[in-house]
């Protein structure tokens, strides 16, 4: 194992392998990088334990074990257009996905190979490339795939002749395996233009009965949705989406988001409206972070009973990534968003470093070390200014391509990945950084200087010389930045220009969770009082068709007008 892990990266100049440093790598894997050859490098893949290195371009796919000084090759088979591999998890494995053509007479364009064997054990067919893989338990007992519409087929103990079980629904969209060794199948079932609800089952491998599940939710309002297991199997996270905002906020559709763990379902409540861009799982502990809301959007921590754990504030963000030992969390920008990464230490809720020099991050990953980090800039995404940097977790840019329009040399970068290993293999380190605070960065940004038109700039002159007032809502900032923020109620901070007077506008946390929990409570209490009326109003109908009733029935009856006013004024309160 090297000191640290490789950096892969695949373009118009062929394959490489960096170093820590970013040299090429002194482990000699035989690339064909011929001006010839370079075209057809379609992919790359990192097997789990970071011991294989899978490749395919126009002479086949490849094999290589890259444990010692040489890379020897294990695998070869003669397909040459594949463009996405898989190992299973313990490497027995190896799965392939061939866009449709006439080299595969559009069928049987997944395949499933043995790995030591190199021998072929199953195809599929499946027009798109999303979702293709073959599913293997940890233990590679049991691969599960999607087939066909509403069918679900199961192998076990390698055994790939045919199916030792099938899951066959009406309106079946989804099947994901857990990562725990327990083979628990979540399911997601579409709902219909009739009324039918979507629901979403999870099952315990081998019992299939959907009505034997161990949890459901069952939901409305859902075009598609997405499901996302915990890494130790203990809770999973349902993104449901419709196509269309009915209220027509946005464009990007409405979401919703559930919660799902042995025995119980919720909802999970977001307090910032708009899209519901990205939630990860801590890979540590069973905490996700969601990041959600129009722009400056929120992100948020939850623990496993979906209540918010911390308030991580607001900026420009659309995604979330964890460091694979979990300490460390980076949120930021990704494609049009303007880039903006920051890193958290996960523990203590503190910024360590946010940067924005790289512009346009269409691909963010974390080096299995957990100290380092890779942004890139890929195509087809992006055809211009193609480039990747490698950072290290307190901001320091360690080493990176330069980009086309300073270099003038055209690039185009089409994957990059690190070469993987499980957490285990590098332990979480001590981490050395000095806070920032995100109430600083905020009013330096307010403060910048912009541009003013030829015709404004005497007047823009008369204002600098006066102090400038920035106003900042408290909820912008972090939950533990907050407190202070409300104490204080104003200020004074440097941004690059001028010095400004800052004032802290909006209700604090606490103020908020209150209205939070008492419009819970007023949502329960008309919940409770509209079924009191409905019996009411039965026993009423009983009464009237001279049925018998109790005294205790009788005062139920007279207490309707009562009922009827508390009703009437939380539904006036709560508009």
Not at 137 to 163: R, Y
Not at 449 to 456: N, T
Request: glycine fraction near 8%; include cysteine.
């Amino acid at each position: 194992m090297p000191d640290l892990p490789l950096l892969t990266v695949r373009g118009s100049e062929g394959f490489k392998c960096l170093t820590e440093t970013g040299h090429p790598s002194s482990v000699a894997i035989p690339f064909d990088n011929s001006s010839g050859q370079r075209a057809s490098n379609h992919v790359f893949q990192w097997s789990a334990d970071g011991k294989y290195l899978a490749f395919c371009n126009g002479e086949g796919l490849f094999v290589f074990d890259v444990a010692g000084d040489l890379a020897q090759p294990v695998f070869h088979v003669n397909k040459t257009r594949v463009i996405s591999i898989h190992f299973s998890p313990r490497n027995s494995y190896i799965s392939t996905f061939e866009p449709f053509g006439l080299a595969n007479d559009n069928k049987n364009n997944i395949a499933i190979f043995c790995f030591k064997t190199q021998k072929l054990l199953t195809t599929f067919t499946q027009g798109h490339s999303e979702d293709w893989r073959p599913q293997f338990s940890s233990d590679e007992k049991l691969c599960c795939k999607m087939v066909g519409n509403s069918t679900a087929i199961f192998f076990e103990d390698g055994d790939f002749s045919k199916p030792a079980n099938k899951l066959s629904i009406p309106s079946l969209k989804l099947v994901e395996l857990s990562p725990d060794i327990n083979n628990t199948v979540a399911i997601y079932i579409g709902g219909t233009k009739k009324g039918t609800p979507s629901m979403v089952k999870v099952l315990r491998y081998p019992d299939l009965d959907q009505y034997t599940a161990i949890s459901s939710k069952t939901f409305y309002k859902a075009d598609k949705a997405s499901l996302h297991w915990s890494h130790s199997g203990n809770g999973l996270l349902v993104k449901a989406t419709t196509e269309v905002d009915n209220t027509g906020q946005t464009y990007y559709g409405e979401s919703m988001l559930f919660l799902v763990t042995p025995g119980a379902s919720s909802v999970i409540e977001l307090n910032k409206k708009g899209p519901l861009y990205d939630m990860k799982w801590d890979p540590c502990s069973d905490d996700f972070v969601v990041v959600y809301g129009h722009m400056p959007s929120k992100a948020s921590m939850f623990n496993i009973r979906g209540n918010m754990s911390f308030d991580f504030g607001t900026g420009l963000r659309t995604a979330a990534a964890f460091a694979p030992q979990g300490h460390l969390l980076a949120i930021y920008g990704h494609g049009s968003v303007r880039s903006n990464v920051e890193i958290w230490d996960r523990k203590g809720f503190q910024l360590i470093a946010k940067l924005d020099k790289f512009d346009d991050i269409t691909y963010f990953d974390w080096s299995p070390c957990g100290e380092r980090f890779v942004v890139a800039t890929l195509s087809p995404t992006l055809k211009v200014d193609n480039k990747f940097a490698v950072y290290h977790y307190s901001g320091k840019q360690l080493f990176g391509d330069i980009p086309e329009r300073m270099t003038g040399r055209k690039l185009e970068l089409w994957q990059i990945g690190f070469q993987k290993f499980p957490a285990s293999e590098y332990p979480a380190k001590k981490l050395e950084f000095t806070p920032i605070s995100l109430q600083s960065v905020k009013v330096q940004e307010a403060t910048e200087k912009k541009y003013v038109p030829p015709h404004l700039r005497k007047q823009q002159q008369k204002s600098e010389q006066q102090q400038q007032k920035v106003v900042l809502d408290i909820n912008d900032l972090p939950q533990n930045e907050r407190t202070a923020a409300a104490a204080s109620g104003q200020g004074k901070a440097k941004g690059k220009s001028s010095e400004a007077s800052v004032v802290f506008r909006g209700e604090t946390t606490a103020e908020i969770e209150g209205d939070l929990e008492e419009e819970k409570r007023k949502r329960n209490r008309i919940k409770t009082l509209e079924k009191r009326l409905k019996e009411i109003r039965k026993l009423k109908v009983t009464r009237d068709e001279g049925g018998m009733l109790g005294k205790d029935t009788l005062q139920k009856i007279e207490r309707e007008a009562e009922v009827l006013n508390e009703l009437e004024s939380l539904k006036i309160g709560s508009e």
